[in-house]
């Protein structure tokens, strides 16, 4: 069994394959300041509540945009589980060509995300994860990058004005009945989820009408890929475990090195 762990801004998403099927996974917050022992604790007591037994994952493999979680992390697995951890970076074997300025520049979470949806979906193909950034990634039917565009996440938006107005209240992110809002709650959320569904809806078009791929395939992952799309309008598919396939097979590409 592999334990793949994706490590985020916001959440840290570990999942356990048998195999090609996802067995258990989990979502937790991710914070900078756990020790080794407090994220090894952590990891034990979620196998102890689920039908997988810790003793039977063999390989574990990790992606992560924040460095400073690394050490303790690491440490977690090597001392829990007494594996030394594939970790996704530079002169990985992907099967995708970065075709940009500069490849070490690309976040490991968006690698895995277009490794899974190339290999899985195929070319050409858009992924739009909904995480603490927005992100719009794109490669082609030969397994190429085009191009990444990076807006601001939706949760953010949401904490920067309750952060920086003194009168909006905190809201819970989900699509108002309708834009015209009569109380403040609900011209927030119309504001910023009916915002960000247009400009998912605008970016998709434009990207379609420049490369000149009216039928460019669409993914979306991240928690609120649903509340953009609840209607399945706008998406050919919404993967919420999109990171976690294409961790499972960036270790199946690079497990003879090991």
Same mark, same amino acid.
């Given at each position: ?15 356990? @394959? ?67 951890? $594939?970790?996704?970076?530079?002169g990985m074997k992907t099967g995708i060509?970065?075709? $940009?300025?500069?490849?070490?520049? $690309? ?143 960036? @270790? ?7």
């Amino acid at each position: 069994m592999i334990l793949a762990i994706d490590v985020g801004n916001t959440n840290i998403v570990l999942g356990v @394959y048998d195999g090609e099927e996802l067995t258990a996974n989990w979502r937790i917050t991710t914070l900078n300041n756990r020790t080794a022992d407090e994220t090894g604790t952590l990891i034990r007591s979620l196998f102890s509540h689920s039908n997988v037994d810790i003793k039977d994952i063999e390989s574990v493999i990790i992606s992560s945009v924040v460095p400073n979680i690394m050490y303790s992390l690491t440490n977690a697995i090597r001392k829990q589980l007494h594996i030394e951890p $594939m970790i996704v970076g530079a002169g990985m074997k992907t099967g995708i060509n970065l075709r $940009m300025e500069n490849p070490k520049e $690309m976040g490991a979470d968006r690698i895995v995300n277009l490794v899974a949806a190339y290999e899985i979906y195929g070319g050409p193909v858009v992924v739009v994860d909904y995480s603490t950034a927005t992100m719009f990634d794109v490669i082609s039917e030969n397994g190429e990058f085009i191009t990444a565009i990076t807006a601001p996440g939706v949760q953010v938006c949401a904490d920067a004005l309750y952060q920086r107005a003194a009168q909006l209240p905190k809201i819970e992110i989900k699509k108002p009945e309708s834009i015209i809002a009569k109380n403040t709650v609900n011209s927030i959320q119309a504001g910023i989820v009916i915002g960000h569904i247009g400009e998912t809806i605008y970016i998709l078009e434009k990207l379609k009408q420049e490369l000149q791929q009216p039928n460019l395939k669409v993914i979306a992952t991240g928690g609120l890929a649903r509340v953009i799309d609840e209607k399945g309008e706008i998406f050919d598919v919404i993967d919420p475990v999109l990171s976690l396939k294409g961790l499972r097979i960036l @270790y199946e590409k690079n497990k003879h090195k090991k």
